[in-house]
């Protein structure tokens, strides 16, 4: 099987305008989540989707958000963007016992 | 709150010797995941090993084993034989319903 792809693997994006960054899970694989990295904040949870509908939401404020299509595949929204929105991006997708990680998308907001 | 605590930052190893990893968490649930997470340099995550906690016996994958003590809220990550492909920064998870609880990470190097 495939894995979780994520495009683009690198962007780079200047304050004040919004990003949108892509997720393909893992063939059959229902629930997909996004996590933001961070060398000062480390890997925090921003939120899960399954079946279209958001399950779980981490603490971020409201300029992330997200959206899952019917074929499970899955998009991110950052409006706005900050210096500090610089991160690594991971989308991780899971059947229920273990997510599995996609590569990233390497953001850089100058 | 739920909290994963890895008190070591950077560990070194020489290659085939066997390290320890430690781990510690907090959650009030009784019923929960564990997972032992590795990010070498290219940035992927791999899902090493799980442990669910209502298992007593400690999960092994390979020369990967943990030590799960469930009353002491530990959960620590043996690697034998180790390998120089084995260096990268490794994460301690707690799974909280679909959300990934994440400790700091420790760095492991393995030295040839």
């Known amino acids: 099987k495939a894995g979780v792809t994520q495009t683009p693997r690198y962007l780079i994006k200047t304050r004040g305008q919004q990003v949108t960054l892509s997720c393909s899970p893992i063939s059959g694989h229902r629930s997909v989540s996004w996590y933001q990295q961070t060398p000062g904040q480390g890997l925090q949870f921003l939120f899960e989707y399954f079946s279209e509908t958001q399950r779980n939401k981490g603490n971020f404020p409201g300029r992330f958000s997200g959206r899952q299509f019917s074929n499970s595949r899955s998009e991110m929204n950052v409006s706005t963007l900050e210096l500090g929105d610089s991160a690594l991006y991971l989308c991780?997708?899971?059947?229920?016992?273990?997510?599995?990680f996609g590569p990233g998308t390497r953001l850089t907001v100058l | 709150a739920q909290t994963v605590t890895q008190s070591q930052p950077e560990m070194s190893v020489q290659e085939a010797e066997t390290v320890t990893l430690s781990c510690t968490y907090d959650?009030?649930?009784?019923?929960?995941?564990l997972f032992w997470y590795k990010q070498p340099p290219s940035r992927q995550m791999i899902l090493v090993i799980r442990q669910e906690a209502y298992k007593q016996q400690n999960a092994t994958e390979n020369r990967f084993s943990v030590n799960f003590q469930k009353a002491a809220k530990s959960f620590s990550l043996k690697i034998s034989d180790s390998q120089l492909g084995d260096t990268a920064m490794y994460f301690c998870a707690l799974d909280q319903g679909g959300k990934l609880i994440f400790g700091q990470g420790t760095e492991l190097s393995v030295k040839p």
């Open positions: 991780a997708s899971s059947l229920g016992l273990g997510q599995y």
């Open positions: 959650t009030s649930e009784s019923n929960y995941y």
